[in-house]
């Protein structure tokens, strides 16, 4: 088995300008692409582990063995989190939540605009690397949370709806550390019609 790194499902120019070509290149053709590979690597040879699904081994993680588990978590979760991410975005579509997803926005954070200003607050807040999201949780409840380094709501129980990549890798050629800018500009390209499509399963 050997995990492969999606293409991208848009120009690397069209997030443009709120995300620059050169950064979008960097984080998918290196980044992630650099994750998939030392996952692939770790797993080299271990047919116990064929088969498997990436959440599987990232939400089983005991069960991946010893000596192989921390680059299992790490770099699958890496990989996990950044094809989440790439997905999370388009470059064009409607720019507010509908149907039913809105609902949920409205009855937990009174507006979209107010639930991005929490999204934002607590990706700004997020110390080092790591991820901001919003979810659901089990009771069907949205909840925005942050994730160190290459963690996931997944191993919570929850379904991800909405991500953003808090590293520095994804923001700082453009923003360099004005982190809270490029959280506040990322809005433009959020894909609403896979958020929606998430939140209904
Ligand atoms: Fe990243």
Request: cysteine-free; hydrophobic content about 40%; glycine content about 6%.
């Amino acid at each position: 088995m050997a995990f492969t790194l999606p293409p991208l499902q848009y120009p690397y120019d069209s997030v443009e300008p709120y995300i620059d070509k050169e950064t979008m290149q960097i984080h998918h053709d290196k980044h992630h692409a650099a994750y998939v590979n030392n996952l692939n690597a770790a797993i080299e040879g271990k047919s116990d582990l064929a088969g498997k699904s990436l959440e599987n081994l990232i939400i089983n993680i005991d069960a991946v063995p010893e000596s192989i588990r921390n680059a299992v978590r790490n770099n699958g979760g890496q990989h996990f989190n950044h094809s989440f991410f790439w997905e999370t975005m388009a470059p064009q579509g409607p720019k507010e939540p509908a149907g039913a997803l809105a609902d949920a926005i409205k009855a937990a954070f009174g507006d979209p605009e107010t639930m991005k200003k929490q999204f934002n607050e607590a990706g700004t807040k997020q110390f080092g690397s790591g991820w901001v999201w919003l979810s659901k949780t089990i009771h069907g409840k949205l909840e925005i949370s942050t994730t160190a380094n290459q963690g996931s709501p997944i191993t919570e129980g929850k379904t991800p709806l909405i991500v953003n990549d808090l590293w520095e890798h994804a923001y700082y050629l453009k923003y360099q550390n004005r982190r809270a800018d490029y959280l506040a500009a990322w809005w433009n390209v959020i894909n609403w019609v896979k958020v929606a499509d998430r939140f209904s399963k």
